[in-house]
């Protein structure tokens, strides 16, 4: 048996491997106990107490100033605000805590998991602006700067990639350690009330109101479904071969948000509500996977119109507000 340790695990990564756990999904990996690791890790009791049993471990703590964490087989460290807000109105707090708690984390992880398994939680921001002549990021991509990012998706990713450089540091002192970087995906603990669009278009259909489309250029986008994320993640962690492997999470199905908006509409017998379109800008935020797919034989198990009715099946089965 197993234990697995989660730093940052009151947000949505930490309860989809909660609510995974909870349906017997880790078996593959003889979980048997998950240790919660964050600054307000009661939330998780007050918010989703049906994800928390006696083999669930809820430890408070900054792991930007720790002293000791907990010992595991596996750690995924997932410490980070998801909330473009706070990068808007706290940039160089919100990028200081990132770097910060990654070099800290390595430095304890030294000591305490020198024989753990471990996944470090990166994004695909780390890439920059997808061009128009780029249909999808690869693994090998190098984006020349971040400076065509709004700011707080520039401060964001400037702190991934300082932290992806932490990490390789370490990697080369002996820690066990890969890189997840992670695109864009839902489930039903993905916030419904923040900047996620698909989050959003949810939050319509429950509440049977017209689907507000807000861009005012083109946004493409691809959904990876939470429970293809927490295995992906999990595979990507038990796979050692000691280069500090790095991996693209998400789907490589794109799709425009106002096609999205049209199709759900039709689903479920909605209108749309389209702003107009004042720019032929597109945004494009779409990874390559075959890098997993090769390598590790992952694929996805949820196509997207099935991830996002799974998704509100789940949201209405929980009563997830």
Request: charged share 25%; hydrophobic share 45%; no cysteine.
């Given at each position: 048996m197993a234990s697995l340790l989660i730093?940052?695990?009151?947000?949505?990564?930490?309860?989809?491997?909660?609510?995974?756990?909870?349906?017997?999904?880790?078996?593959?990996?003889?979980?048997?106990?998950?240790?919660?690791?964050?600054?307000?890790?009661?939330?998780?009791?007050?918010e989703c107490p049906m994800l928390i049993d006696w083999r669930v471990d809820l430890i408070p703590g900054d792991i930007t100033l720790a002293s000791h964490i907990p010992e595991a087989d596996y750690v995924i460290h997932a410490a980070a605000s998801t909330d473009v807000r706070d990068y808007l109105l706290k940039p160089d707090e919100e990028k200081t805590n990132i770097e910060k708690g990654t070099q800290h984390y390595c430095e304890l992880a030294m000591e305490c998991h020198r024989n753990s398994k471990i996944v470090y939680v990166s994004s695909g921001a780390v890439y920059g602006f997808q061009?128009?002549?780029?249909?999808?990021?690869?693994?090998?991509?190098?984006?020349?700067?971040?400076s065509s990012l709004s700011d707080g998706k520039r401060d964001y990713a400037l702190a991934k990639r300082a932290s992806e450089n932490i990490i390789k540091v370490f990697r080369d002192k002996g820690l066990n350690i890969n890189i997840a970087r992670c695109f864009a995906f839902v489930g039903p603990w993905l916030p419904r009330n923040q900047h996620f669009a698909i989050g959003n278009f949810i939050e319509d259909i429950i509440n049977k109101r017209p689907i507000k489309v807000l861009s005012t250029h083109y946004v493409y986008r691809s959904y990876m479904y939470a429970d293809d994320l927490v295995h992906w993640l999990m595979s990507i962690i038990d796979y050692n071969n000691g280069k500090c492997s790095i991996f693209n999470i998400g789907s490589d199905e794109p799709i425009e948000l106002s096609d999205l908006a049209s199709k759900l509409a039709n689903i479920y017998n909605l209108t749309v509500q389209n702003t107009p379109k004042t720019s032929k800008k597109k945004d494009r935020y779409i990874p390559a996977i075959k890098k997993a797919n090769n390598e590790l034989s992952l694929s996805?198990?949820?196509?997207?119109?099935?991830s996002i009715q799974e998704t509100i099946k789940q949201i209405n089965l929980y009563h997830i507000n």
């Open positions: 730093i940052g695990g009151s947000g949505f990564f930490g309860r989809s491997i909660l609510d995974a756990f909870q349906r017997d999904l880790l078996k593959p990996w003889a979980i048997n106990k998950i240790i919660i690791f964050a600054r307000h890790p009661e939330i998780l009791l007050k061009p128009d002549d780029i249909d999808e990021f690869s693994e090998n991509y190098d984006s020349p700067d971040l996805l198990n949820f196509n997207l119109i099935h």
